[in-house]
């Protein structure tokens, strides 16, 4: 039988109480299916520094080493299912030629070897929120504190045509195989026609589906293909960067390419390759069909995301779920930042300052800053850039929100953009 | 420390650094900050003459390679008398930045690594940079700052590099400098240091330009000075 939740009112929820405290509900009251745990403990019991992370990705990562470097004390365990870390942003730049696919991977033996972070290779089972337990096949480790950076999942169950898609025609929006596929596609195509679908907000990293079109034409024309692109796009606008966008679209790949707004995709027959739309039918050649996405399924299992949720609820400040000392952070929670590998990342740090903090029984002072800046490719040489911040004061308790875009074409953004990756990607592995 | 016991100081290390850098050395350890002292190294001029405060036009950016040979550093004539500054980090910890140096205390020197994520001016790039009041970024719309356009991180080099706004933590360490009969001399670093992760990062590209990261890591003992416009063949402004 499950329990009610106790409410948590909207001023709590937002500001949180003394520094970053959120008023949260304790483990005991949230609704768990209850399921005895069998198995047995991987390691002994937590000694009220524990910090579980599920998610290796750039929000896991990140939390790892920075709780350990906020807090040395801390033990900390990153539980991922993959050996190898692949990353998602850039893969653009991948499927256009213009990285290696080695530059998007990184081992995660820094973690190890350098900040002390346990890393376990493994798939997670469940989550018990009550006992505090996550579960892998082997056996079950409990944890303090519990950070979830689980990223996205297609959210495909009600629309059973993208399920073929995905065989067919790969989105590539999560990281590995997909994309493989796809520059495959992309090199060897030599038909006419081209779908690319972009589903409605929020999805993953906002510019990603227009920065493909834009470089797919690019491509197209170094190619010297005849080629033409319909760009079925669920939203009435590029939600980011649109005049930069726009200005590709409608001037510069004006007769390359079909740019159909506020378009919604009703159906796909893989076989005759034919897309349906609420517009008309669009028959193609190649396609890359980008369908909604959600967060993953676990969170609504363990009861983290409620039904006909599509994403968590957290203290937008805080991170903090419902649940005490829960985090979710990245693509599967509702945050004030876009959903983006870099927002994980900011997001990351920023919890993993409150954590170090109540492991050390120390309160936040300052700023705590959330920051997305993001970059989008206009073709295969030019870059657009877009800066999202959200500073919090915690002595004033206020947020200060600043949002600057850049939508001019310029050779020497591209060059920022590789950097701002490699500066990433620099401190999550160094 | 009292502003007055704070002033004293100051004028105590202004004077000191007239005569020798060791004081200014213990002076600033002795507050407790981070000091730390390295090979007293002359700042010269590509020919290699001592470079005079005259050849340092101001707002203009030049780079010198200190405390290591690898390690740029931004030399800045701010052309105003900047004074001490108290730094917090955010931890709470704090130190005292010393102000300019040279006659009108106008020259200040900052380590050219982006404290947030490293980027710093290579022969090729430079993607971190100062903004000139003639020249200010076009992206934040801020002058007389360091900025870095990777990831928009913006330092104020008039107040110890202190972070004004971006993903940056702590402010860029500074490179501490002494004037002594009309010849500067860089002497040590003051904040936090990101040399060892500089080298970590970047071992592959040290091993390409220096030979080897041992050799990378040799503490210079006397700076070239050149302008970063002449340095890197392309400077990245935001």
């Known amino acids: ?430 | 420390m009292d502003r007055r016991n704070f002033l004293k100081l100051c004028s105590s290390m202004a004077v000191a650094s007239m005569l020798d850098t060791g004081v200014i050395g213990r002076a600033l350890a002795s507050q407790g900050g981070d000091f730390k002292k390295y090979e007293k190294a002359l700042l010269v001029k590509e020919d290699g003459t001592p470079l005079k405060v005259e050849d340092i036009k101001p707002h203009t950016t030049y780079i010198f390679f200190y405390p290591f040979v690898s390690t740029p550093a931004f030399l800045l004539n701010l052309d105003k008398e900047v004074g001490p500054v108290d730094l917090e980090l955010s931890d709470g910890s704090k130190y005292k930045w010393p102000g300019g140096v040279g006659p009108k205390k106008s020259l200040v020197a900052y380590s050219a690594i982006c404290s947030h994520q490293l980027s710093y001016p290579t022969k090729d790039y430079s993607f971190i940079d100062y903004y000139s009041p003639e020249n200010p970024s076009k992206t934040t719309k801020r002058s007389g700052v360091i900025q870095c356009c990777a990831h928009l991180s913006i330092f104020d080099p008039s107040q110890g590099g202190k972070v004004l706004d971006g993903p940056a933590e702590f402010p860029i360490s500074t490179v501490v400098l002494s004037y002594e009969e009309g010849k500067l001399y860089a002497v040590g670093t003051l904040g936090v240091e990101v040399y060892q992760d500089f080298f970590d990062v970047y071992k592959r590209d040290l091993r390409k330009q220096y030979g080897s990261s041992r050799k990378a890591k040799k503490k210079s003992k006397e700076c070239k000075v050149i302008e970063v416009s002449k340095y890197a063949k392309e400077s990245i402004k935001c």
């Open chain 1, 1 to 430: 039988m499950q329990r009610k939740v106790s409410s948590v009112n909207r001023r709590q929820f937002l500001l949180g109480s003394g520094g970053l405290a959120v008023a949260s509900v304790s483990a005991s009251s949230f609704p768990v299916v209850a399921k005895p745990v069998s198995k047995s403990s991987l390691m002994p019991s937590p000694k009220g520094n524990r910090v579980v992370i599920v998610g290796g990705g750039w929000g896991g990562i990140t939390a790892a080493k920075y709780v350990k470097k906020d807090n040395p004390n801390a033990e900390v365990i990153l539980i991922e299912k993959n050996h190898m870390f692949i990353s998602c942003p850039m893969s653009n730049h991948f499927l256009f030629g213009l990285l290696d696919y080695e530059s998007l991977c990184y081992p995660y033996n820094t973690l190890r070897v350098k900040h002390d972070v346990k890393v376990i290779n493994d798939r997670v089972l469940d989550i018990d929120l009550r006992s505090k337990k996550v579960v892998l096949p082997e056996g079950f480790i409990e944890w303090d504190y519990l950070i979830l950076s689980l990223g996205i999942e297609y959210d495909i169950d009600d629309k059973p045509f993208y399920k073929d898609s995905l065989e067919f025609f790969p989105p590539g929006f999560t990281p590995g195989s997909e994309h493989l596929y796809l520059k495959r596609f992309i090199e060897e195509f030599e038909g006419k026609d081209i779908v690319l679908t972009v589903p409605k907000m929020p999805y993953r990293c906002p510019p990603a589906p227009y920065e493909r079109a834009a470089m797919l034409l690019s491509y197209i024309r170094s190619e010297g293909l005849k080629a033409h692109l319909y760009f079925i796009d669920a939203n009435p606008n590029p939600p980011v960067l649109k005049d930069g966008f726009l200005e590709a679209y409608k001037d510069f790949y004006k007769s390359e390419a079909d740019y159909l707004t506020s378009t919604q995709v009703k159906d796909i027959d893989v076989a005759k390759k034919v897309v349906k739309t609420d517009k008309g039918d669009i028959k193609f050649d190649f396609a890359s069909i980008i369908p909604p996405m959600r967060a993953p399924k676990l969170l609504e299992r363990i009861g983290l995301l409620k039904r006909g949720q599509k994403w968590v609820k957290v203290n937008p400040l805080t991170f903090e779920s419902e649940v005490k000392n829960v985090f979710v952070i990245g693509d599967s929670a509702s945050t004030y930042l876009p959903k983006s590998g870099y927002a994980a990342h900011s997001e990351a740090k920023v919890v993993a300052k409150i954590v170090a903090g109540r492991i050390a029984n120390r309160k936040i002072k300052g700023r705590i800053i959330q920051h997305g800046i993001c970059y989008a490719m206009v073709n295969l040489k030019a870059a657009m850039m877009l800066e999202i911040e959200f500073i919090y004061d915690a002595n004033l308790k206020k947020v200060k929100p600043v949002k600057r875009e850049d939508n001019t074409w310029k050779v020497s953004t591209a060059k920022r953009y590789y950097e701002w990756a490699k500066g990433v990607w620099r401190d999550m592995f160094n």
